[in-house]
């Protein structure tokens, strides 16, 4: 069937459309479950361990089941995709997941989080938004590229085994998959003692099944096309650079699985959005200055060209197959975010979550 596809409509084209229904289930189920990596971590910040942490590591564990079982099934190797076959930089996760961390408490959200609430009507979040995706590609290929070059070098780390955390401690994803759904037993468990809704955890499997649904359609469609098609999963950065310079640049834009991504989070958001009538405009206020938004965004787009991507490009996709860049990186996101909560002493309430109701 996908030879037939590729046959007709083109590699662009089928990725494209597999782009945008992993972003559709992507897009609803963030929205509906308040999935927030900056959530999660000012709530431990504030020595808590609730429903933001619990729907966080729904989603993260789900992404670590599915992923898993579809390599132990035989339906999946992730061993040709870029985070673990490419040259890697542990100075570039280092460093740009602390500024990630840093920026995202700043913006009040990551970038999947801004994109997810700027569909719902948060003028806010759009804005922050743009500001990364053009930090994003300024430091890809524009003024910042030579320093992001340079602090990628001071510390790489050579592609295959030398990348994989499943080589370096010796596990199969048989052994990894078993103990990723004792860990979302746990997560669900942590989530029924703070009463999230059925729903909302619901859509946080949803949010890791996406995770799951993009690496194997992309891997399904590099396997049968005769072209060379790169093995992704779900992604923010680098995908919304590409559509925002080709949307610029170009009349017509060049069709791939992240210019499907995009829009199609942006359009499952919003019609979540407006089939629980949470769609809303919100704009800047006295109490959200733009300049700490801006801040930072600068430090996000950066920060994530840097490390090898966003809270879910590096934290989930590049975690769900266990590269160890991607591992270090969302650690070093987690320990900014809360180093930047514990200093600038902030106590509002993350945009666009409310606790979950009973």
Do not use: K
Request: glycine share 14%; aromatic share 6%; with cysteine.
């Amino acid at each position: 069937m996908i030879e037939a596809l590729l046959d007709h409509y083109g590699d662009g084209t089928v990725l494209a459309a597999a782009g945008a229904l992993v972003g559709l289930v992507f897009g609803a189920g963030a929205q509906h479950s308040r999935f927030c990596l900056r959530a999660a971590t000012v709530e431990v910040a504030q020595g808590l361990f609730g429903p933001r942490l619990a729907i966080w590591l729904i989603a993260f564990n789900a992404g670590v089941v599915f992923v898993q079982a579809l390599v132990v099934a035989g339906w999946f190797d992730p061993s040709g995709s870029r985070q673990l076959a490419a040259t890697g930089s542990l100075s570039g996760a280092i460093i740009g997941g602390l500024m990630f961390g840093c920026g995202m408490v700043l913006a009040r959200g990551c970038a999947s989080r801004l994109l997810v609430l700027s569909a719902t009507g948060n003028l806010r979040a759009l804005v922050t938004g743009l500001v990364l995706t053009i930090a994003a590609q300024m430091s890809l290929r524009g003024a910042l590229s030579p320093l992001r070059e340079a602090l990628a070098s001071l510390w790489t780390v050579e592609g295959g085994g030398a990348r994989n955390l499943l080589s370096l401690l010796h596990l199969t994803s048989g052994i990894v998959a078993t103990l990723a759904v004792v860990a979302l037993i746990a997560s669900l468990g942590l989530a029924y003692r703070h009463r999230v809704r059925t729903s909302h955890a619901v859509a946080a499997l949803c949010v890791g099944g996406a995770i799951g649904l993009g690496w194997v359609l992309t891997y399904v469609v590099a396997q049968t096309s005769f072209g060379v098609v790169p093995i992704s999963s779900v992604t923010f950065t680098g995908p919304s650079a590409d559509t925002l310079m080709g949307l610029v640049n170009s009349r017509a834009l060049p069709l791939s699985f992240g210019i499907g991504l995009v829009p199609g989070v942006f359009v499952g958001a919003a019609l979540m959005a407006l089939a629980t009538r949470e769609a809303r405009i919100e704009r800047f206020g006295a109490d959200t200055p733009m300049e700490r938004y801006l801040i930072g965004a600068v430090l996000m787009g950066f920060g994530s060209m840097l490390a090898g991507g966003c809270a879910v490009g590096a934290g989930m996709s590049g975690g769900s197959i266990f590269a160890l860049t991607a591992w270090v990186a969302v650690t070093c996101m987690w320990v900014g975010a809360m180093i930047t909560h514990r200093t600038i002493g902030s106590t509002a309430r993350p945009a666009g979550i409310t606790p979950p109701a009973a």
